[in-house]
């Protein structure tokens, strides 16, 4: 059986947080338009969460033949008090259910870290607010975590949605971290999303890809034309995918196109570079 790499996009790659909100269907349509596989919707992009924008964006995607993969959602389960972290598990359940109507069949989840009420530069220069707050430790960071997830893992089962937890900073800065949470809550409806971009602290982030490649059901390819926001990296695509290839991958990869250059332009840039990233990855398997 021939392997194949399957290629789409996150909505993100046409908004990044900018006041005025790019509509979701127009990203469809873009994303058709290059070949694209499917589209990873940004929770906080979508206009509204009324049950007749849900269907329509459903109706929208299967008209242009596409996949409605990924429901990226925000959340941080690294709250010392636990009504807090009780309104994380909640906006979880929430989010569970509008994947489910929308068809999708995951979520991104984010563990949480140890926040300092900082800027984006501020947590770059803490090194993904690893260290845990005074009186604190990373083992009561962790078991928040770990509890948060489990009591989300029933209702995921019930809907039918995976939970795929991102290396998005927090206790997921590293790959140590990203597998001690999914093994300790040790559920088939919990696994990973790599970030391709998001190793950034790691010593070898090609090693910490390896190291949980295994668990990866979704992938993130960070691209950067012309320049990242915040920083750029020269990344190998090639080997990355043939690390996941290795490690049994099988599900999609969205591009996160982060560069300051117009979506317009820094997309077909960006799926030729994956795109030939992708066919040297499947080749070397030959």
């Known amino acids: 059986m021939t392997t194949t790499l399957r290629l789409g996009t996150s909505t993100y790659s046409y908004w990044h947080f900018t006041p005025e909100k790019v509509p979701i269907e127009a990203i469809i349509d873009a994303a058709a338009a290059l070949g694209l596989m499917g589209v990873e919707i940004l929770h906080q992009q979508m206009e509204s969460e009324d049950n007749a924008y849900l269907q329509g964006l459903k109706r929208h995607a299967f008209h242009a033949g596409m996949a409605l993969y990924n429901l990226s ?3 941080d389960f690294v709250w010392a008090d636990a009504d807090e972290r009780q309104k994380h598990i909640d906006h979880t359940l929430h989010c569970i259910d509008l994947a ?3 068809g999708v069949p995951s979520i991104r989840v984010n563990a949480g870290g140890w ?5 984006f530069d501020e947590l770059i220069a803490a090194k993904g607010w690893v260290e845990p707050w005074e009186g604190y430790t990373d083992d009561d960071g962790f078991k928040w975590c770990t509890d948060a997830l489990a009591a989300c893992i029933p209702h ?4 039918g949605v995976m939970l795929l937890l991102e290396n ?3 206790l997921t800065t590293t790959a140590a971290g990203m ?15 790599l970030d391709m971009g998001n190793f950034i602290f790691e010593e070898d982030m090609y090693a910490a890809m390896e190291a949980i490649a295994p668990h990866v059901w979704l992938a993130h390819a960070k691209t950067y034309p012309g320049g990242g926001s915040w920083y750029s990296l020269d990344l190998d695509y090639a080997r990355i995918f043939r690390t996941l290839l290795d490690a049994g991958f099988k ?6 196109m982060e560069g300051q250059e117009p979506a317009e332009t820094a997309m077909p840039k960006s799926v030729a570079v994956l795109r030939a990233a992708c066919a040297t990855a499947v080749k070397e398997e030959g």
Request: glycine share 8%.
């Open 73 to 75: 959602i925000h959340q």
């Open 115 to 119: 926040r300092k009420q900082g800027s």
């Open 179 to 193: 597998v001690r949470i999914i093994e300790t809550v040790d559920s088939p409806w919990l696994r990973a999303i």
């Open 168 to 170: 998005h900073w927090g």
């Open 251 to 256: 599900g999609y990869t969205s591009i996160e």
């Open 156 to 159: 995921a089962e019930r809907r």
């Open 100 to 102: 489910h109507e929308l």
